[in-house]
């Protein structure tokens, strides 16, 4: 936690016509990794992209990929997304009891790859509890997961400190993603009660410039994140 802020952006939101184009543009522009939103229309009314783009996403960059599977049946599937190159699977807390988190951390990292689970805007933080320290990461969504382009929910802020809490209070120190309407205005929020990775989909991909906009939201996150530092140290 408190890692200098990446940013991870959505592909759900590039041009697919030119994703090859985009990919190479983050990349220049210091992206932190490359989210890759997997959706099967049962767990969230979305369908997206599968394995085949993963494996090509593995040959067209050199930036870890980052697996977010929304789906409902994540330990039959993650040997399929591990095999064709994810470097960061996230499974869903909302699938799977206690030990299914369990075997789903340890089958992450058993194929070398790095294991985060993802909460929705309703799922309590407890329910990490058994994994905390087994983490890499904790992804923290700040909309419904399903779609692209929604409205960051007020005061998931909140949620990302009590995760950082629950996470101090038993010695761990996973990072913290936060997805879902992530932009400069929002970035602050999450960043100063200690989010490490942000994910941005339109505030990258749907503007003129997607690598300055992809810059300033990294700086206001940094900004805010050098300044909860501050304020931690002076407490």
Not at 19 to 40: K, N, P, S, T
Not at 48 to 66: E, F, N, R
Not at 123 to 139: E, H, Y
Not at 195 to 215: S, Y
């Amino acid at each position: 936690m408190f890692e200098p802020v990446k940013i991870a952006p959505s592909i759900l939101s590039a041009d697919f016509m030119n994703l090859g184009r985009d990919i190479a543009l983050i990349e220049e522009a210091g992206a932190g990794y490359v989210h890759v939103d997997v959706m099967d229309g049962h767990f969230v009314p979305n369908l997206t992209m599968g394995v085949p783009i993963v494996k090509q996403l593995k040959k067209a960059t050199s930036l870890p990929l980052d697996v977010h599977l929304m789906i409902d049946n994540p330990l039959e599937q993650l040997p399929w997304f591990l095999d064709a190159g994810a470097d960061l699977v996230t499974v869903h807390a909302e699938v799977l009891d206690a030990d299914g988190l369990a075997r789903a951390v340890a089958s992450i990292h058993a194929a070398g790859a790095k294991a985060a689970v993802s909460l929705k805007p309703r799922t309590a933080p407890g329910v990490l509890a058994p994994v905390i320290s087994d983490v890499d990461m904790v992804l923290v969504m700040s909309v419904e997961p399903g779609f692209s382009g929604q409205s960051y929910i007020e005061r998931s802020e909140d949620k990302v400190a009590r995760v950082a809490a629950l996470a101090r209070s038993v010695g761990a120190s996973p990072l913290i993603q936060v997805d879902g309407g992530i932009g400069e205005a929002t970035a602050p929020l999450v960043a100063g009660a200690g989010a490490d990775v942000l994910v941005c989909g339109n505030a990258v991909f749907a503007t003129e410039d997607p690598a300055r906009a992809l810059a300033e939201v990294a700086a206001a996150a940094e900004e805010a994140r050098l300044a909860a530092l501050a304020a931690r140290k002076e407490a």
